[in-house]
């Protein structure tokens, strides 16, 4: 069975849903036509939260769990919203074997959400996520496209405070 993945509650405005509905509407008889209306589902909402899966499941008439299994495929698709600050700690290789989460732990320790949330305000979430090209910076983070690098755990607490 899927579950809900975000703490914040799912808003729908009928803006949106129409929206949706009609993208839904032009595409249901072609089945091909899945990831394309899951990608018009993630601008429209900013991610693809359990409702809106369950919707375009019924929509096109796939099983639900292909559509959640196309979104947790593909890295272009959020099962979480994302915070005005997306703070995206890079564990590839070199960076995790620096300290990358010890990096990601304490940021979630100062946060009180888990990778992939998002705090219950909107105003950061997190994301684990791999190799980013940086790695002659590694450990890295980015606060949405600034990025920060050579870090370590301790340097959590000053990052954070730029952003509030």
Do not use: W
């Amino acid at each position: 069975m899927l579950k809900k993945i975000s703490k914040i509650p799912f808003t729908d405005t009928p803006e949106q849903h129409d929206e949706l509905m009609a993208i839904i509407a032009e595409c249901k008889d072609d089945k091909s036509m899945l990831m394309h209306v899951m990608q018009e589902a993630q601008r429209i909402y900013g991610y693809l939260p359990f409702e809106v899966q369950l919707t375009i499941a019924n929509g096109m008439d796939v099983p639900l769990e292909k559509v959640y299994g196309v979104a947790t495929f593909y890295a272009q698709f959020s099962l979480s919203p994302k915070g005005k600050y997306n703070i995206s700690v890079c564990l590839g290789t070199a960076c995790y074997v620096k300290g990358a989460q010890e990096i990601l732990d304490e940021i979630c320790a100062q946060l009180g959400i888990e990778a992939e949330e998002c705090t219950e305000d909107g105003k950061y979430s997190v994301t684990a996520c791999r190799c980013i090209g940086a790695c002659g910076l590694a450990p890295v983070l980015t606060v949405n496209d600034d990025v920060y690098g050579r870090l370590v755990a301790a340097d959590v607490k000053d990052i954070l405070a730029k952003y509030q």
